[in-house]
T-cell receptor, first 112, second 117 residues
Framework: NAGVTQTPKFQVLKTGQSMTLQCAQD?????MYWYRQDPGMGLRLIYY???????DKGEVPNGYNVSRLNKREFSLRLESAAPSQTSVYFC???????????FGQGTRLTVV | KNQVEQSPQSLIILEGKNCTLQ??????????LRWYKQDTGRGPVSLTI???SENTKSNGRYTATLDADTKQSSLHITASQLSDSASYIC????????????????WGLGTSLAVNP
């Protein structure tokens, strides 16, 4: 039982490159989230998926796209990376009805 | 606007001492509040949840309180240990009872705690 697994853990991109962050959960939760965390900014929601087949924008969706492939997997894509997207990205799953969220180990992304 | 504010922003204490972290929220309608601990380089991990009807809840050396009237919560750490060094984040769930999993999570910025030997 791994919980929430994110890949990769570290990534360096050049401006304009694209990449997909992968996330998978084995907790059988409906809700999944992508957050970014920057110093002094706290956790900010990029996109979330309340259930398989649905996705919604969070606070900071610009420059990102997501795919809820199935109940287990929720991927985040950067089509054309920008230095402003340098951040730590966390995938999470849980039950927002009780503020519960289980986080992956994070992806540290640097865009140069 | 739904907001969660935490204080202090950072705190340094000596090992063995107690400390209290504060969380004030302006979230409506309030559903519940949870405290998370985030170690450096890792994702947040839940410590405790407070619902509207609860005033105090303990989890080992961590005790959380909630005053729903003043919209304040605190996290008290007793007999601190070096391993308590982390960021502590307060998050509030906003939404009506029938919103279910469409409730929004409002995250605070966290308090960075350093416990020194």
């Amino acid at each position: 039982n791994a919980g929430v697994t994110q890949t990769p853990k570290f990534q360096v991109l050049k401006t304009g490159q694209s990449m997909t962050l992968q996330c998978a959960q084995d907790m059988n939760h409906n809700s999944m989230y992508w957050y970014r965390q920057d110093p002094g900014m706290g956790l900010r929601l990029i996109y979330y998926s309340a259930s398989e087949g649905t996705t919604d924008k969070g606070e900071v969706p610009n420059g990102y796209n997501v795919s809820r492939l199935n109940k287990r997997e929720f991927s985040l894509r950067l089509e054309s990376a920008a230095p402003s997207q340098t951040s730590v990205y966390f995938c999470a799953t849980g039950q927002p009805v009780n503020t519960e969220a289980f986080f992956g180990q994070g992806t540290r992304l640097t865009v140069v | 606007k739904n907001q969660v504010e935490q204080s202090p922003q950072s705190l340094i204490i000596l090992e063995g001492k107690n400390c209290t972290l504060q969380c004030n929220y302006t979230v409506s309608p309030f559903s519940n509040l949870r405290w998370y601990k985030q170690d450096t380089g890792r994702g947040p991990v839940s410590l405790t949840i407070m619902t509207f009807s609860e005033n105090t809840k303990s989890n080992g050396r961590y005790t959380a309180t909630l005053d729903a009237d003043t919209k304040q919560s605190s996290l008290h750490i007793t007999a601190s240990q070096l391993s308590d060094s982390a960021s502590y984040i307060c998050v509030v769930s906003a939404g009506l009872r029938n919103a279910g999993n469409n409730r929004k999570l409002i995250w605070g910025l966290g308090t960075s705690l350093a416990v020194n030997p």
